[in-house]
């Protein structure tokens, strides 16, 4: 049996920085040699040795990704891949980027965590930053508050509390608890995120789940009238549906989800978890709608894989959140502040805005072009850098996924039978180019 020190020894000795590029040229299955062994045995036997103690949740490809530099994950056999996922929507910055790396290790060395029973010198920053580039946009101009935390669901499970503290503080109707959130949406997996996400697969096993959540069509403005009434106090929605499958809000129906909200007084929430924070081109993605929320959820690529969410709220909401009426151990440490400031000054700027908002429209085309003629894709949509290939019914999208990973490209599916690309914001075009030629490959092989 082979020791983890054996088997952990191969990664570093093979290619180490070995780019991939093109279908054609692109080889990822190459010519076995005794160290190909070595290590193949290696990863197979540590997965093993794995699944042992980890829980098994995840169904994942038999690969042990060991470093990434920009666009670029390298495995343990010394395999390198473009990058097409982010880690979900996340790594912004790609991998090892220099100005990331250099603040986590000076933080590292200064200080890493308090709790929130002191005040650090970082947490405000990142809030003033995230503030400011509400942009003086209509009411959230004034007096927005954030709330840092360490996730998304967490960001979203704030936002819930919050949208009920304030229906419950604002007017005299003791009912007014009720969330409303839409088709194919996804807020996270806690029980009140949970119930927030209208997906069978994923609620069915846990009911009962949080009573007075009740769920509309997307994109249907017809329903709205009834949907929310005088008892709603929130409604969330993703500006940009990421899970569900790349699915663009309409302008119209944001807009009448705020109409609606101002008439009966209920707190709009838009979910910028996945789709905000740089991703559609604007530092927010409302702001590519310039319809304002009530209260805003960030996180993903915040820190640029630090595990880190914020709740923004308006002064509004605001000025019902009280001390003790929510809290966290980790949230807004002085570390994770530190370099979600960092990245987020990065984003912020409008040359890299425009550089994403570019590569969007071009991540697009080519994602049309490649698609175009075959039989088995119904629709490439998207917004900015948030990209949904649609198959056809009955069309494997694993296939799709496991078939451009087999040559060098990480893509990962979503709802509605779509392959989602949701890549490092500081893409280039040369690396869309790859990728979409991989992409035209593999529906061509499919088809034969
Ligand atoms: C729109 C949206 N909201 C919430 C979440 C949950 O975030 P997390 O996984 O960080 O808890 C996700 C995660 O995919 C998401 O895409």
């Not at 390198?80 to 912004?92: H, K, Q």
């Not at 009434?229 to 309409?250: D, K, L, M, Y």
């Not at 609606?260 to 993605?285: K, M, N, T």
């Not at 990065?346 to 075959?374: D, M, N, R, W």
Request: with cysteine; net charge positive; aromatic share 6%.
């Amino acid at each position: 049996m082979l020791t983890i020190a054996r088997l952990t020894r191969a990664a570093p000795l093979r290619a180490k920085f070995q780019v991939h590029r093109g279908f054609s040229s692109m080889s990822c299955v190459r010519q076995a040699t005794h160290l190909d062994k070595d290590t193949h045995a290696s990863t197979a036997q540590r997965l093993q040795e794995d699944s042992k103690v980890l829980l098994s949740l995840y169904g994942r490809p038999s690969l042990i990704f060991t470093h990434g530099q920009g666009v670029r994950l390298f495995d343990l056999a010394g395999r390198s891949y473009l990058d097409m996922n982010a880690g979900i929507a996340v790594n912004a910055l790609g991998h090892n980027h220099p100005q990331v790396t250099k603040v986590i290790s000076e933080q590292a060395q200064k200080l890493i965590h308090l709790s929130n029973l002191y005040h650090n010198e970082n947490a405000g920053d990142l809030a003033r930053l995230l503030v400011a580039q509400l942009n003086g946009r209509g009411k959230w101009s004034e007096g927005a508050k954030v709330f840092l935390c360490n996730s998304g669901t967490e960001a979203n499970e704030a936002a819930i509390k919050f949208a009920r503290k304030y229906g419950k503080a604002k007017g005299n109707n003791p009912n007014k608890d009720t969330i409303v959130s839409f088709s194919n949406a996804f807020h996270g997996r806690s029980l009140g995120a949970l119930s927030a996400t209208p997906n069978p697969k994923y609620q069915a096993p846990f009911a009962p789940l949080i009573p007075h959540f009740v769920h509309g069509e997307f994109n249907n403005i017809a329903q709205l009238k009834d949907l929310i009434n005088e008892n709603t106090c929130g409604v969330f929605v993703e500006p940009v549906q990421g899970e569900g499958g790349i699915h663009p809000s309409t302008h119209a129906f944001l807009k009448a989800l705020r109409e609606r909200c101002d008439e009966v007084g209920a707190v709009l929430v838009f979910d910028e978890i996945q789709c905000g924070l740089g991703r559609l081109g604007s530092f927010y993605a409302h702001q590519q709608y310039d319809i304002t929320p009530d209260i805003v959820t960030i996180a993903k690529p915040i820190a640029n894989g630090l595990p880190v969410g914020a709740t923004i709220v308006s002064e509004a909401v605001a000025s019902v959140i009280k001390p003790g009426d929510h809290g966290t151990t980790f949230g807004g440490s002085p570390f994770a502040s530190a370099v979600a400031k960092e990245v987020c000054s990065i984003i912020q700027t409008p040359q890299f805005l425009q550089g994403v908002h570019k590569k969007g429209v071009y991540l697009l085309e080519k994602c049309k072009e490649a698609a175009a003629g075959s039989k088995l894709v119904a629709e490439v949509r998207g917004k900015g850098l948030m990209v949904g290939i649609q198959l056809n019914e009955g069309v494997s999208t694993q296939t799709f996924v496991d078939l451009a990973r087999e040559h060098g490209v990480l893509v990962i599916s979503a709802g509605c039978n779509t392959v989602r690309l949701v890549p490092p914001l500081i893409i280039q075009e040369s690396d869309i180019d790859e990728a979409t030629a991989v992409f035209k490959q593999v529906l061509q092989k499919m088809e034969q």
